[in-house]
């Protein structure tokens, strides 16, 4: 066995030899040129007998300014998954401004994937230009690019349906572990090269497990967003734009920004928080809104309260208008003083186009959130269906909400004092934020006992003063019609002395005009 061996040995060291010098020679005495139709005459004879195929994904885009290809980027983030498994050498990337790291192979490595019982090769490779350039950019020497290495017998189910799932997941993963951001809108004063919108990193904590609502309506929100961000072939089919406008309205403090930021976190989205009065006029709110981007919420809260939009709309004159008192006199002045001073032109109109318009289709996968205290106030308009098309109402705190905060700010899911809250909040109204503050402890000393009593004693009071209120409002009405009623009884009064004063003065009249008639009479005579 062993003379054998070295028998073998004897007879492949003199061919190795020989391949080394062939190899050396054609290097370095033949023609870039002839080499290169060499080589492309043996891919072509080779590919006759090779049952694999191959697909190429450069890094740099052949044309453009030097951006990364995003079908890259996209299988870079896929891989990631594979990588950290199967790949012996990683390269770090880090995100989210610097808070984590991605982990993807290496140059020259492979991890393998299946697809529907198919497998398939991925190899990261890199292409170094043979001789010495000088480069701002190091695409000029260093072309990377991902290699997918399939059989040829699964070439329509790669090219049609396999890599299509690839970019898309890639980007969901890009989203995902993306640093997301909170913007608000810059004012007018920039000059001409102004960022339109300023950022910082959005961290609010706020997520449906801790929002306190009724766990249906909580549940019905949720389906709701999950289905229209899964729905763009769905938007397009029916001719919207792929956007879903929310209203969000009730008292203060019942949790109207929380649910925003529920929202964002649910979704994965940007929230871009719109400052209507910083907003010069039209067009730069267009300009607002074509600097956003998609997989985002845009939101205006107290929109009630940002410009006069209702007041814009100008309404028909009857011919026959009545008499002002002064009190409208004056309201009348105060609301032209506060026009002139007012520096934002946007108009009604122009937010009507901004949420609903040709285009509000730029960009696509938004959601537009108002919130306000008072919906009434509002121009229907502007929140009809279409536009906004849920409407979800934040009320006072029910006693499923109370639950939920309870197990937020206490770690308890029953307690004796539950039954007596619950009999309270059905008979008080009491805000989310008002119940959680009572709830919150004030020190280490403080348990879940001395707690929840704090809020028992503060629904009683609530409880208590809103009773007062109600007694004091019910005063207050029984005086005006009493009021009222005296006044109508002086009226009626007045008109019941006037009746002989009139009839005298008709009687007078009557008189005076005989004696004129007589003495018409005479005189002719």
Known sequence: MMMMMEHVWTQLGPAIATIVFVWTMYQNYFPHEIRGHIKRYTDKISSYFNPYMQIIFHEYETDGWYERSK??????????????????????????????????????????????????????????????????????????????????????????????????????????????????????????RRRMWSQVVFE????????????????????????????KEYYAKVGKAWKRGYLL???????????????????????????????????????????????????????????????????????????????????????KLGAEKKQSEVTLSGLLNFIDGLWSAIGGERLIVFTTNFVEKLDPALIRRGRMDKHIELSYCCFESFKVLAKNYLDVESHDHFPEIRRLLEETNMTPADVAENLMPKSSKENADICLERLIKALETAKEEARLKAEEEERAKVEKEKEEKEKEKEKEKEAKNSEPLADELKENGKLESNGVKENGDASEV
Request: glycine residues 4%; charged residues 35%.
């Open 71 to 192: 079908a890259y980027v996209a299988i870079e983030r896929y891989l990631s998954k594979n990588s950290s498994t199967q790949a012996k050498r990683l390269k770090a990337n880090v995100v989210k401004d610097g808070q984590s790291l991605v982990l993807t192979m290496d140059d020259h490595e492979e991890v393998t994937d299946e697809y529907k019982a198919e497998k398939v090769w991925w190899i990261s490779s890199q292409q170094v230009a043979n001789k010495q350039t000088i480069s701002w950019y190091p695409r000029e020497d260093e072309k990377r690019y991902f290699k997918l290495k399939f059989h040829r017998k699964n070439r329509e189910l790669m090219t049609d349906s396999y890599l299509k799932y690839v970019l898309d997941e890639g980007k969901a993963i890009s989203v995902r572990e993306r640093q997301r951001k909170l913007h608000t809108n810059n004012t007018g004063d920039g000059g001409y």
């Open 204 to 231: 609010h904590p706020s997520t449906f497990d801790t929002l306190a609502m009724d766990p249906n309506k909580k549940q019905e929100i949720m389906d709701d967003l999950e289905t229209f961000s899964k729905s």
């Open 249 to 335: 309205h009730g008292p203060p403090g019942t949790g109207k920004s929380s649910m925003i930021a529920a929202m964002a976190n649910f979704l994965h989205y940007d929230v871009y928080d719109l400052e209507l009065t910083a907003v010069k006029d039209n067009t730069e709110l267009r300009k607002l809104l074509i600097d956003t981007t998609s997989k985002s919420i845009i939101v205006i809260e107290d929109i009630d309260c940002s410009l006069d939009l209702t007041g814009q709309r100008e309404k028909k004159k009857d011919e026959k208008e009545e008499e002002k008192d002064e009190k409208d006199v004056i309201k009348e002045k105060v609301k």
